[in-house]
């Protein structure tokens, strides 16, 4: 099936590069497309130098925003699978068909890559595995589904789940966000398993006192989702 990674980019020149040509040299049958969203060092540069494919957006959209364009590229070029793939090196390549497969064979809408159904390679931190499983129980008592892995950014969608998503994308911080609209609009969502590995360079942009507003914010943006979605159903869950 047309195949289209998205590899948001927003200061990775230490990464974006090796992320790159890893990716080609291990699934050489699947498109790519980074979408660099303003970045201040120079990973631009980077990108024209080295011929990749590439846009880079005209103001910084923030994740979301930037994901979402990649989402818009995927349905305007007649994409059947689009899969995200974050820019910092953590997700391997070779996990890629594990997480399109399921998609491919119609069993699943979206897919998401999961470090923790086996537990093998980087974890994170364990702040951020307490906060990750807080999301995961919140999703769960919102939606009914268990997602152990709600943060991954990993992630593949089909066809139908790619096009929603051109229209309908949160624009902050938006893999949990993403999860719990795509399950109340009746797509199927599962994980498979993958190994990640830590960031090879640069500085996340979630870190120290940002993780606490991260989750604040997101659990918020979570039932605020979820009430909006009981609403328009006329009071049905």
Partial sequence: MKTLVLIPCYNEEENIAK??????????????LVINDCSKDRSEAILREGGYN??????????????QCGYR?????????AVQMDGDGQHDPAYLHAVIDPVARGELDMCIGSRFITREGFQT????????????ALTLLLTGLRVRDVTSGYR?????????????YAPDYPEPEAIVDAV???????????????????VSSIHSFKSAYYMIKVSLSLV??????HQKRGGRA
Avoid: W
């Fill in 156 to 168: 593949a969608c089909s066809r139908e789940l790619l096009c929603h998503f051109a229209d309908h």
């Fill in 19 to 32: 992320v790159i040509r890893r990716l080609t040299e291990t699934c050489p049958d699947v498109d790519y």
């Fill in 73 to 81: 590229y995927a349905r305007a070029n007649g994409y059947d699978i």
């Fill in 184 to 202: 109340l609009c009746g797509y199927k969502v599962g994980e498979a398993p993958v190994v990640m590995q830590e960031r090879q360079g640069g």
């Fill in 54 to 67: 590439y846009i880079t957006l005209p103001v910084n959209l923030g994740i979301g925003g930037g994901v």
């Fill in 125 to 136: 931190s364990a702040l951020r595995r307490f906060g990750i499983n807080l999301l995961s």
């Fill in 224 to 229: 605020i989702h979820r009430l909006g979605s």
